[in-house]
């Protein structure tokens, strides 16, 4: 079975495979694949009318999600599982990631194990933009002081900001290891900042929307984010100057102000951490939306 390289001419046949079902996980779109492609060897092939995605590195080889087609397909899960364990010595290592809650019954019924992985946080659109009532007044309060005392430029993004962007999240990224030794943490910095890298390098190839915040001719904030379905958008990054009271407020309402198509807004998982659990249950989300692991029945 030949394995196709990912590349960015791949964008038209992932988009028709992803569009067979409707999704609402943040890793159900071609850009949230590709941009791991600094990190991992990312493979491609249709294997029994599914579009199956391998992703590999020195650890081993796994399915970044379970194979894309009209129909659940038996052959094309075993397949799968057949080239994995033939780049994985431990076979262990051998999985389906980033499985929706509807596909539990199907792998269940073929006698697969699976594990939760994570949850997304599905937030409503209005809710994020009035913050109205007490559940919101700490925001509302922070987003006001930031209008009252700051002068700014609220910006769409281009690619004269991209090394600003950057430096930014750099700075963001130093503060945020100071005051978080946990080491997976730390790992999740790093490798974020690859893909973000990637994410502004191919913007225009991508679709993604993305805005600034610009103070004093410096990137204070930007944040960036792709549609996942005709529903729902998902906010991929947020990274503000901390320093500066109110402006990760600002810039969250005022992007999601501009997504008036949308119902819903996904702001992505917590990836298991204590300190990020509270800052997406502050934005009181509707619903999590669970994601799953499989791995092969012993």
């Not at 949230?32 to 029994?48: E, H, K, P």
């Not at 913050?131 to 910006?155: C, E, H, P, T, V």
């Amino acid at each position: 079975m030949r394995l196709n390289k990912l590349s960015l001419k791949d964008k038209k046949i992932f988009s028709q495979y992803l569009a067979f079902t409707r999704h609402e996980l943040s890793t159900y779109s071609f850009e949230n694949v590709y941009i791991w492609s600094g990190l991992f060897d990312i493979r491609w092939a249709v294997i029994q009318d599914s579009l199956c995605v391998f992703f590999k590195d020195s650890l081993g080889c796994f399915l970044y999600l379970p194979p894309l087609g009209k129909n659940n397909n038996k052959a094309a899960v075993e397949e799968s599982f057949r080239i994995m364990n033939g780049f994985n010595k431990n076979r262990d290592i051998s999985r389906i990631e980033n499985l929706e809650e509807n596909g539990l019954p199907f792998y269940r019924k073929l006698g697969y194990n699976y594990n939760t992985k994570s949850c997304d946080y599905l937030c409503l659109r209005d809710d994020l933009v009035d913050m109205r009532g007490d559940r919101f007044k700490s925001k509302r309060a922070n987003f006001n002081y930031f209008l009252k005392n700051y002068d700014f430029q609220y910006l769409p993004f281009s690619i004269k900001y991209r090394g600003g962007c950057l430096r930014l999240y750099e700075s963001w990224m130093g503060g945020r290891k100071a005051k978080y030794e946990n080491y997976i943490y730390q790992s999740m910095l790093a490798d974020s900042g690859n893909s973000l890298k990637l994410a502004l390098e191919n913007y225009s190839s991508l679709n993604f929307i993305a805005r600034v915040v610009r103070m004093g001719g410096e990137i204070k904030a930007f944040t960036l984010g792709m549609e996942l379905n005709q529903d729902t958008f998902c906010i991929l990054y947020e990274i503000c100057d901390l320093s500066l009271k109110g402006l990760p407020q600002f810039i969250f309402a005022e992007f999601c102000r501009e997504l008036k198509d949308y119902k819903y807004i996904n702001i992505m998982d917590d990836l298991g951490l204590d300190n990020l659990k509270p800052v997406k249950l502050s934005y009181r989300p509707i619903r999590l939306i669970p994601s799953y692991i499989i791995h092969k029945h012993k």
